[in-house]
């Protein structure tokens, strides 16, 4: 009994260890060969290249976004991606943070929410996308009276289009379970 608590904390020792050594000194990269495609892989399975930005001291910024639908007759409708499911509702916030948190890729993924809205609201003809970025200040900033604040991030709208025939073209889109 007394080799397995011995083996099994020195696993997780070495474990934190490798994790310390991937964020902070990028060892994985560094290291050529069997060794180096050893640790790339452990790294990899781990799950230990994400981001760590909620370690203080420097928390990570929040995202969240809105869907404004709009039909023909301007009647606006407010879709929030949300479920009954919490682990549902993590999965769509993930998303949400990876699309906009990159701004080279906000247009992407707005383009592909605004899709896949159209394909599930045929009366819509008109989608706005909205995302706002929960800026938080540092420790120092808000001793000094800095307060988080929503800051938009991205606004874009998307309309159906309409083919020569002027017959509507369905955006090819699949609704997610948890969406309306």
């Not at 070495?14 to 060969?33: D, N």
């Not at 981001?51 to 928390?59: E, K, L, M, R």
């Not at 609201?121 to 540092?138: D, F, Q, S």
Request: proline content about 6%; glycine content about 8%.
């Amino acid at each position: 009994m007394r080799l397995k608590k011995v083996l099994g904390t020195s696993l997780v020792l070495l474990h934190l260890l490798l994790v310390a050594a991937f964020i902070w000194a990028g060892l994985p990269a560094r290291v050529p060969g069997k060794l180096g495609k050893a640790l790339r892989t452990y790294n990899n399975l781990s799950g230990s290249f994400r981001d760590y930005t909620y370690f203080a001291p420097a928390v990570g910024d929040g995202y969240k976004a809105a869907f404004i639908l709009e039909d023909e007759h301007g009647q606006a409708q407010v879709i929030d991606f949300l479920s009954a499911n919490k682990e549902v509702d993590f999965r769509y916030q993930c998303l949400i943070t990876v699309g906009m948190q990159h701004e080279e890729l906000r247009d992407v993924f707005a383009q592909s929410w605004a899709a896949l809205l159209l394909g599930s609201h045929p009366e819509a003809r008109k989608v706005t996308v909205m995302a706002k970025r929960n800026h938080l200040p540092t420790m120092s900033q808000y001793r000094q009276g800095q307060r988080p604040t929503w800051v938009t991030v991205y606004a874009g709208e998307f309309v159906r289009r309409e083919d020569e025939r002027n017959k509507t073209v369905e955006p090819s889109a699949s609704t997610p379970p948890g969406l309306p």
